[in-house]
């Protein structure tokens, strides 16, 4: 007996005017399994996913759910038919309680006005999942699992049969990452499809049973997972080997200590944080979500400045009380979140690529010359890579690592001696991500300085020459990149063991 697919895609195709985003794509999703799909950003899985749930109609070809052709009018025909997505960024409202956010979308008037079944009901999804958590907790305190956990419950209120989880580990610390990859299969073990997505490939190997991967919105392949390698997978997704990622490229330190730091102390964030920074090197600081990095980041930028300590830059005792200092002194950082902080979105790539050296194009009269800074971003199109048919296009349309290379190029062009770098390939593809890495060793090799802060432990051994490991805002030592293996920085972070 043939198994019918809880949802499939057949010969989808999907344009936008002239740009195909999905063409000819088939996929079938089977009860039980998770399923995970695999490719570089821009590779057209948000618009599968978008397909899935409603939010797009395919250009041509048909969405089947048991069998049958549906048309998938909207999200909520979507949920009606037990499809539902979670996303990276959980969406649950903060002044709201747990079980208020499981049912926010129930259409069950009568449940919504009984309290007391309705928190029933909402323990006993809790309870399914297999997540301790009190349904009367307001959501403003929940961690990103937590949130996560919420948004299953939600799903499953609303007897989902295929639930999409589209990078849902990308904020999460080992711990919290494992156990929503318990749950995935839990749910997966009940019935549901799970369809899996996600850049981390570790991740894939473990939780999957079987794997398709998409390039350029077309299908490539779908196997067993127990038939995929890595290798084989990554050449699948990029169309060529991608080896740079995974090696170590050491960097060439010379003696020059561009940045001394001493007893650097943010009182109640962080404390005596202390490290020297040559021409020429990376140093990565890495830790789990909590170890106060970033904080650290930001003070020697200005942003939120210390409370005790010296920070000495190229032999001067300086101050950083702004960012607009640090970037007089040549310091730039690239932020974690290219949203908020990194990127005006609705603005083109030129104006973004010029935002942090805008003064170098405007006339005495403050006008902007078009033409040096489209010349400006046409140039760093070209030397990063950034895939785009022209530089006036919105940042907003374009892919995460794409993204990540204007935000990199808005920064490189104002030639700064020390770049801090934090969570540089957060959210992007393993193609990417050797394409990122590849400019921050070329950066340091053309005499430039790199402080990297880093949660993806392959990342920090394969760039870094030296790594300080912190843990809830205290440092725990600095580890030669050389001696370091995975499990001994893990070791230092939870501190099960010292850094020699």
């Known amino acids: 007996m043939t198994l019918v697919p809880t949802l499939a895609l057949r010969n989808v195709s999907k344009s936008f005017g002239m740009t195909a985003a999905l063409a000819d794509m088939t996929l079938e999703l089977f009860p039980g399994e998770v399923h995970a799909i695999v490719g570089e950003n821009g590779a057209g899985k948000s618009t599968m996913i978008k397909i899935m749930t409603g939010i797009y109609q395919p250009t041509s070809g048909q969405v089947e759910i048991d069998?049958?052709?549906?048309?998938?009018?909207?999200?909520?025909?979507?949920?009606?038919?037990?499809?539902?997505?979670?996303?990276?960024e959980p969406m649950v409202f903060p002044d709201l309680d747990v079980?208020?956010?499981?049912?926010?979308?129930?259409?069950?008037?009568?449940?919504?006005?009984?309290?007391?079944?309705?928190?029933?009901?909402?323990?006993?999804?809790?309870?399914?999942?297999?997540?301790?958590?009190?349904?009367?907790?307001?959501?403003?305190?929940?961690t990103l699992a937590e949130q996560q956990a919420v948004e299953i419950a939600r799903a499953l209120s609303q007897d989902v049969r295929v639930l999409i989880m589209d990078e849902p580990t990308a904020s999460l610390s080992a711990h919290e990452a494992a156990e929503l990859r318990r749950i995935a299969r839990s749910l997966a073990a009940s019935g549901v499809a799970v369809v899996y997505i996600s850049h981390r490939l570790e991740e894939v190997f473990e939780i999957a049973d079987r794997v398709t991967v998409i390039r350029d919105g077309r299908h490539i392949s779908t196997r067993p997972v127990a038939e995929v390698t890595p290798q084989g997978m990554i050449a699948d997704m990029v169309g060529r080997a991608v080896g740079n990622y995974f090696t170590k490229m050491p960097s060439v330190a010379r003696d020059e200590v561009i940045l001394s730091v001493r007893g650097l102390t943010r009182a109640g964030v962080f404390e005596d944080i202390s490290f020297d920074l040559h021409r020429g090197e990376v140093l990565c600081m890495a830790g789990l979500i909590g170890a106060r990095r970033t904080d650290v980041a930001l003070s020697l930028f200005g942003v939120h400045p210390a409370t005790a300590g010296e920070v000495r830059y190229k032999g001067q005792v300086v101050r950083m009380t702004s960012p607009a200092q640090a970037i007089a002194l040549g310091i730039a950082y690239v932020s974690e979140d290219r949203r908020k902080l990194g990127l005006a979105m609705p603005l083109p790539i030129r104006s973004n690529i010029s935002l942090a050296t805008l003064a170098q194009y405007l006339s005495p009269l403050g006008l902007i010359d078009w033409r040096r800074e489209r010349d400006t971003a046409m140039a760093y199109r070209e030397r990063l890579n950034i895939r785009a048919p022209n530089v006036d296009m919105a940042v907003g349309v374009l892919s995460g690592g794409n993204q990540q290379k204007v935000m990199l190029a808005k920064w490189l062009a104002m030639k700064p001696d020390l770049l801090i770098v934090d969570e540089p390939t957060r959210g992007i593809d393993v193609g990417a991500k050797a394409e990122v890495h590849d400019l921050i060793r070329a950066f340091v090799r053309d005499g430039g300085t790199a402080l990297v802060v880093s949660s993806d432990l392959p990342e920090v051994l394969a760039l870094g020459d030296r790594i300080l490991v912190m843990r809830e805002g205290v440092q725990m030592g600095i580890i030669d990149s050389a001696k370091a293996t995975q499990e001994g920085i893990m070791a230092v972070a939870t501190g099960q063991s010292e850094a020699a």
């Open 67 to 88: 069998g049958a052709t549906v048309v998938l009018s909207g999200s909520k025909a979507a949920r009606l038919r037990g499809v539902a997505a979670i996303y990276q």
């Open 99 to 142: 079980t208020e956010n499981i049912f926010i979308s129930a259409t069950d008037a009568g449940l919504l006005l009984d309290r007391r079944s309705m928190r029933r009901h909402a323990q006993a999804l809790i309870d399914r999942i297999g997540m301790a958590l009190d349904v009367d907790r307001e959501a403003r305190g929940l």
